[in-house]
């Protein structure tokens, strides 16, 4: 029992992952603000859709439309329809804050039961002419007090994902487990370039079998992800779809090359070598080529990923488990490979 704690340990963290990964809520978010396209100098009623919110549970709901960091404009009235829907009406000044025509905006609703939620970038704002100093100074009178907070344990809401972040325990950390395990796989490949150990190879041959078994099913994973937010489970335009295909089938030829050679020391020997080039290859397609195109995978086209905007600290108390815990299940299936591989030799001795 004492040589096996840290297998227990790995099934105990992936059975916290399930748990609280399915069960723990979103935070209250905002789907929809009809209409989006909206008139300088005109009153406005906007129909507000939300998720996850229970409206009906507060009277102290404000909205505004936010121009930018500095101007806000808040609602004249608000109206509760039921828990996920209400109206609100805003007056808008005859100029926006802005030397442009048409001026991007986020809308901003807030109550002491949902707490804060916002729809960023999802309002237009267009005027017929422009006075920019009339117009910031319409627009900071209504400046955003203090929001409230939702209590308890939730997950972010972020539009087109929704329920679908929760695969963020699986997807992502299948593939940094992934990592790990090619890079302990990269270690005894270069170890048994320096002593010819048989077992060095042996529990290389067992880690790439691991990664590369977490590799398909991060990539699994990621097809039916993008399936539900993309509409597609491939597309070729995405770059880091393809270049970790790529990475996977490179991976894949470690094994053909394997099977290739009937003599021991010199199978060991390519493959050791060819190993070391397929790490080297690895990191370049899946985080480097990614990171240098526009891409919608987080992390990509110079957006930094497990940034606020990816990952919050609530999910961080699941997310680093998750790593942990896969990394270890990987551990104990390239235990169980080199093991096999072992009887086999034994077998073939004998």
Not at 51 to 66: G, L, V
Not at 188 to 200: A, E, H, K
């Amino acid at each position: 029992m004492r040589s096996n704690w840290w297998k227990i340990l790995g099934v105990l963290i992936l059975l916290y992952v399930f748990i609280v990964g399915m069960l723990v809520p979103l935070k209250p978010g905002i789907t929809s603000a009809q209409p989006s396209v909206l008139q300088a100098g005109e009153v406005v009623t906007m129909t507000i859709s939300g998720y996850n919110t229970f409206f009906t549970k507060s009277t102290d709901h404000r909205a505004w439309i936010k121009a930018d960091d500095t101007h806000a404009l808040a609602a004249s009235a608000i109206k509760v329809l039921n828990d996920q829907q209400l109206e609100a009406s805003f007056r808008l000044p005859t100029y926006l804050p802005s030397d442009e025509k048409r001026l991007t905006a986020s809308l901003l609703i807030d109550n002491s039961f949902d707490g804060a939620t916002v729809i960023p970038g999802n309002l237009f704002l267009q005027q017929d002419s422009t006075n920019q100093a009339m117009g910031s100074q319409a627009w900071q009178t209504s400046s955003i007090g203090e929001l409230h907070s939702k209590s308890g344990m939730s997950f972010p809401f972020r539009a087109i994902l929704y329920e679908t972040i929760r695969n963020t325990y699986f997807h992502v950390s299948l593939w940094l487990a992934m990592v790990i395990l090619l890079i302990t796989s990269l270690v005894f490949s270069i170890r048994y370039l320096s002593t010819t150990n048989p077992i060095d190879d042996y529990k290389a041959m067992s880690f790439t079998s691991s990664g590369l078994l977490f590799g398909v099913m991060g990539i699994t994973t990621g097809m039916i992800w993008a399936k539900d937010t993309w509409g597609t489970y491939w597309t070729w335009e995405e770059v880091k779809m393809n270049m970790t295909a790529i990475a996977l089938l490179i991976y894949m030829a470690y094994f053909v090359l394997r099977s290739s050679f009937e003599d021991m020391e010199k199978r060991a020997r390519i493959a050791a070598v060819y190993n070391i080039f397929a790490f080297a290859a690895l990191i370049p397609l899946i985080y480097v080529v990614p990171r240098l195109t526009d891409s919608l995978h987080p992390g990509s086209g110079g957006n930094p990923a497990f940034g606020g905007e990816d990952l919050d600290n609530t999910m961080r108390m699941v997310f680093y488990p998750a790593v942990i815990g896969w990394t270890l299940i990987g551990v104990w299936i390239s235990s169980l490979i080199y093991r096999a591989r072992k009887l086999e030799e034994q077998l073939y001795d004998d």
